[in-house]
């Protein structure tokens, strides 16, 4: 079966967030109904029966920050009688009309000059002018209750100006949050307010195998690993949370998850200056970025001989090549210090050509080598990175859009989850072969070609339609050998976070000799960046026609 569908809702809609929200709360129940207890389906259809003025504010209070919330501040238009809306809300245990909260909460929630008030009501012994900074008013009234105090807003203050309720299910909808875009680093607003009819997306067929979270279990650990981050943001030591990090876990995607929560907390206890227990959180880490903040932490506490040994075996174990040459610099620091013989790899020449221009009144460097260059038999565009990234994707569009766990979670995704994760290329193998077989045989110029037709327009990680005719596809196939294309995808797939960028400038094409030629511009003062320049000895390594223009402008 296919993800349910979602019918697009136009801005022109005044209740288009509504609409959204609805189509994914259904969705939810639809795809995720054996991860929800009970309760929580009840709590959820119960709210999808409500009248539109309680859905509305409801789905309003989930897109703000926070549970607690000022009755004052709440005016829509879609809500007329919001004491009755509140009344409604209440009855289903979805909102709290006498919250308790925490005085700090309170003062957050006052204005300066409420807070005057307050001050002034708590502390009758010292005398509060009428133009105290809202700062050194909460001070003082901190000073005078337990932080962790919880009480009625009446009980604080008796005659405050205004009423205060919290959303009572605000953890309902993070859960549902987490199900439906995979991460919680996307919030609701950016979905709901989204006018998803601009856009087109990939059917994604949905099987049981193929669903992200199949246990309510994962989604706790998940939710349990995001508590954690929150309590490190707050400020908590590291060493304190480091016992409380759960253990591994079967589910590839989440464990990958846990495995870069180990990392962020290595470099926050490198930032509380807890180097030992770094370098423990880097070392139980397998993300990509782990091994070379452990060698970086290293180089600060071993002798050098030792770090020398160390970057031996990261040579042996990381594949990324921007990582390779962090490490070859380590290794270069530390062998000059230990005194050992090292010869740092070599690197081919970049062919390099200088150009001494006329500035143009506007417009960028590229399109000033472009118009100098071109001729009635040469051909230039502005490609840089996507025509490769876009070839790479109508090639392996199966690939990019497997029916993998913990890839897709609802139907806007342009691209799969774990695009950058480790296990991106093992859990695509016979995909990507596929399309590699493809190069080899012949047969892929006239898969691109009719990938092109089918899939244009649809949103994709790697494509960007606008910058891609069918002209120009149809051209550089002509002229760029399969096995020029090979070793780019190749090199593509070896990183492909990093390596989607970095790619030459310009597409040269002479159609009089059918070749072609990939430029890199650098305009005045302008240099190679690694990532540039490890793609530009990559493709000369693989014998693709590649070179640097560095261009000057004239006086004139």
Known sequence: MNMPLVTATSLADPLYYLRNAQQVIKLCLSQYSDLLTPAETQQLQQLLQLNTPAQALLVRLVMRKGTLFRTDKLSYTEVPDLAQTLTLLSSLDLISLDPELLLSELCHLAKREECVALARLRISDVTFAANSRKVDLVSA????????????????????????IQLSCAALFERLRLMFFGNLHQDWSEFVLTELGLQQFETMPLSRDSKPFQARAEVDL???????????????????????LPAPVACEWIEYRRHKVLYQF?????????????????????????????????????????????????????????????????????????????TAPVR????????????????????????HLSTESIQLFHVENRLFNGLFALLFWPALFAPIRGAFFNPF????????????????????????????????????????QQKHGISCAFMHWPSLSSELIEMALKVIPAAHLTSVFNYLLLDLRHHR?????????????????????????????????????????????????QVSWSDS
């Open 266 to 342: 290595g470099r926050e206890a490198e930032r509380q200056q807890d180097l030992s227990l770094a370098l423990d959180l880097y070392q139980q880490s397998e993300h990509r970025a782990a091994q070379v903040r452990t060698l970086r932490l290293l180089e600060k506490q071993l002798p050098p001989a030792e770090v020398f040994a160390h970057t031996t075996q990261a040579l042996i174990n990381i594949t990324q090549p921007e990582a390779l040459v962090t490490v070859e610099r380590i290794r270069q620091r530390s062998a000059k210090k230990a005194g050992i013989p090292y």
């Open 501 to 549: 960028k970095g790619m030459p400038d310009l597409l040269e094409l002479d159609l009089a000799n059918q070749s072609y030629r990939l430029i890199e511009v650098k305009g005045p003062g302008d240099r190679l960046q690694d990532h540039q320049r490890l793609w530009i000895q990559t493709m000369l390594a693989q014998g693709l026609p590649v070179s640097v223009i």
């Open 348 to 371: 081919l020449n970049v062919p390099s050509d200088s150009e001494i221009l006329a500035k143009p009144s506007q417009g960028r460097v590229e399109a000033a080598v472009i118009n």
């Open 222 to 244: 998940y939710l349990a690993l995001q508590q954690l981050q929150n309590r490190v943001f707050n400020g908590e030591p590291i060493a304190d949370i480091r016992p409380l």
């Open 141 to 164: 009234l901190l000073e005078q209750a337990s932080a962790d105090e919880l009480k009625p807003l009446a009980a604080w203050w008796p005659d405050a100006p205004f009423t205060v």
């Open 413 to 452: 995704q342009a691209g799969p989850a774990d695009l950058y994760r480790p296990g991106f290329i093992d859990s695509r193998a016979l995909w990507l072969a596929e399309g590699f077989a493809r190069l080899k045989s012949g047969e892929y110029k006239e898969v691109i070609k009719a990938r092109y």
